[in-house]
């Protein structure tokens, strides 16, 4: 089945810079691929979210990346802000009977002012 | 919170008790999901909906029942709890034409003492 890993588990970042998070996905099949934000103590609110039939998509200051060839997709936050930490995790829908996504273990950004 | 309320929000439960967890969505989306999340695991699907009285078992659906009798609520039973269950547990729905794009409530956190 559709296996998810995402890197790194932790990032800590000056408030302005960039942050990249990168996922890996095993079954090629898979075609969407959603990014959360999970503040502590809330659930995970859906930030932003790729096709496998677009190369990158972006929202203000967010951004997805998706190589197929390769199997991997990435959020780019540009400009961090100290509101933008949280753990963010990303996810694959696997291309089989059921609608479950995989998600990945998560990314803990930290972003300080 | 996508419109879906959780409750209870806390519980603490005694291990052999049983528990019912309830989701509440008031938009009459189909589908509907039960996770669980704990740490070095992230989010793990436990069952879902597709309708009333259409459901399916996800990842880790052993020791869980689910019901669904009308649109709106989306029930988790645990028949007779463990220390394993010590979890947060998220509701999700999906909206639209993709069941892959989820929106999650505010979780319920149950402690088995």
């Known amino acids: 089945g559709e296996n998810v890993e995402q890197h790194p588990s932790t990032l800590s970042v000056q408030e302005g810079d960039s942050a990249v998070i990168k996922c890996t996905y095993s079954d090629s099949a898979s075609n969407y691929f959603p990014w959360y934000k999970q503040e502590l103590g809330k659930g995970p609110q859906l930030i932003i979210d790729i096709r496998s039939n677009v190369g990158e998509k972006k929202d203000q200051r967010i951004a997805v990346t998706l190589n197929k060839t390769a199997k991997h997709f990435s959020l780019h936050i540009t400009e961090t802000q100290p509101e933008d930490s949280a753990v963010y995790f990303c996810a694959a829908s696997p291309n089989q009977a059921g609608t479950a996504l995989i998600f990945g273990k998560g990314t803990t950004l930290s972003v300080s002012s | 919170d996508a419109g879906i309320t959780q409750s209870p929000r806390h519980k603490v439960t005694e291990t052999g008790t049983p528990v019912t967890l309830r989701c509440h969505q008031t938009?009459?989306?189909?589908?509907m999901y039960w996770y669980r999340q704990d740490p070095g695991h992230g989010l793990r699907l436990i069952h879902y909906s597709y309708g009333v009285k259409d459901t399916d078992k996800g990842e880790v659906s052993d020791g869980y029942s689910v019901s669904r009798s009308k649109t709106e609520d989306f029930l988790l039973t645990l028949e007779s709890a463990t220390s394993s269950q010590t979890s947060v547990y998220f509701c999700?729905?999906?909206?639209?034409?993709?069941?892959?794009?989820?929106?999650f409530g505010p979780g319920t956190r149950l402690t088995v003492t």
């Open positions: 938009e009459n989306h189909r589908y």
């Open positions: 999700a729905i999906s909206p639209g034409q993709n069941p892959y794009e989820q929106y």
